[in-house]
């Protein structure tokens, strides 16, 4: 019996070639499987040149599209039908894909692809014999190749021929796990998450760095961190989160430093510690969620006088967004009501309303001078804590207060 059994998977980027381009394969199909596997056993998978197939054997195919739409490197996807090389096999097939869309189908079209070459019938000759079937089998349907209703696609691969009629866009990227590790700081707010979903997008792989301050900050500030982290799970598979006691460095920074310098001197140190973990780990970037202007720690004078302390690129994704834009897609992937939760985290406690929006180089060290850097770094580092999270199923309430 006739039946879509297949979701074909395409990929885009197509720059990438050679040894690259069977490391971009391979890690997608792996991302796919780490992420259906669990839920849809049956499934298998299958690697061809430019396309992944997955064959569905009974697994229900609608849940598995709402995965696939948040899979990174996945450009777009059709459900297919497939049948062996023959012309007659394609002829039903394609009968059979087009009798099955849905909405008011007046006019299609035929669009073959030969990636098998040895099989003898041309793209075009395809073309003509899957149409003329399909209208010598139909009433009141012609053929229509600028804007049909519906396209049935069709490609003959070595191990079969796969009829398709709709397409799925998928998320674009570059799957997670191609392009390196980058430790991504994330405060309990609004605009760090949205930088670990936009560096994911490009195939990073992410470890999270947080900064608490208990008792001035509480578990429920830590809470939301582990849930932040879960959700950006969600695109990558699993995300390390790397907890730094922080409450005697920041203590110590506010006995030393008069209060315009903190901030800049708070931003300093955190910066420190993030690259004695980042090399811990062999991350090759730390990343942010600032934004140009944003607060006055984000100006370009405070960046670069921040930035000083370090030659780890700093990457930061959401430099040139606007709140708002953030703000709709901190929505889109469901981290905005858990930012939103009104815990204090660490730089909102000590912050004073009078911090410098051009403080130099100079200034910051002349202050560090009274500020024992290298033994609070080194502590910091030392007291850090890890924590693998799984998924976002796997944290669960209790689970976490067992933990904290
Ligand atoms: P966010 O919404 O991400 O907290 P923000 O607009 O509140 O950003 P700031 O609080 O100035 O901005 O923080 C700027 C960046 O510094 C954050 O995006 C994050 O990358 C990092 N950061 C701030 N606080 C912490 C923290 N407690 N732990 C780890 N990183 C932090
Ligand atoms: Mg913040």
Request: net charge neutral; hydrophobic share 40%; aromatic share 6%.
């Amino acid at each position: 019996m006739l039946t879509f059994d297949h979701i074909l998977i395409r990929y885009g980027e197509l720059a990438l070639k050679g040894k690259n381009r069977h490391m971009f394969e391979k890690q997608l199909v792996q991302n796919i499987r780490s992420v259906l596997k669990p839920s849809f056993p049956r499934l298998t998978y299958h690697r061809t040149f430019g396309r992944i197939l997955l064959g569905l054997n009974g697994e229900d195919p609608v849940p598995i599209k709402d995965k696939l739409r948040k899979i990174f490197g996945i450009h777009s996807f059709s459900l297919a039908i497939r049948v062996t090389n023959e012309l007659d096999k394609m002829k039903q097939a394609a009968l059979h894909a087009l009798q099955a869309s849905e909405g008011e189908v007046r006019t299609f079209k035929i669009n073959a692809r030969r990636a098998y070459k040895p099989f003898p019938i041309s793209s075009s000759e395809l073309n003509h014999h899957l149409g003329g079937f399909v209208l010598a089998n139909t009433d009141q349907i012609s053929v229509d190749v600028h804007s049909p209703d519906v396209e049935i696609k069709v490609e003959v691969r070595e191990s079969g021929t796969y009829i398709m009629t709709g397409e799925f866009k998928g998320l674009g990227g570059l799957p997670v796990g191609t392009s390196g590790k980058v430790l991504l700081m994330l405060s309990g707010g609004i605009d760090s998450p949205v930088a670990g979903y936009y560096l994911l997008k490009r195939g990073v792989t992410l470890e999270a760095i947080h900064f608490h301050s208990p008792p001035f900050t509480n578990e429920k500030a830590k809470q939301k961190v582990v849930d932040l982290a879960a959700k950006l799970t969600n695109f990558g598979g699993q995300v390390k989160l790397h907890i730094v006691p922080f409450t005697e460095l920041q203590k110590h920074i506010h006995e030393k430093v008069p209060s315009n310098m903190e901030m800049t001197i708070m931003r300093r140190m955190m910066l420190r510690i993030s690259e004695g973990i980042a090399k811990k780990i062999d991350a090759l970037a730390i990343a942010t969620g600032e934004s140009l202007g944003q607060v006055a720690s984000q100006t370009l004078h405070s960046m670069n006088t921040i930035n000083e302390v370090t030659n780890t690129p700093v990457l930061r994704p959401l430099l040139t967004m606007d709140k708002e834009e953030v703000i709709t897609v901190a929505k889109e992937i469901d981290t905005f009501n858990i930012s939103i939760l009104p815990y204090e985290d660490c730089c909102t406690i000590f912050l004073p309303p009078d911090s410098k929006t051009k403080p130099t180089r100079q200034q910051a060290e002349k202050f560090e001078q009274f500020v024992e850097t290298e033994a609070y770094v080194q502590a910091a580092i030392e007291g850090t804590e890890t924590m693998v999270i799984k998924s976002e199923a796997a944290v669960s309430k209790t689970e976490m207060d067992e933990l904290l």
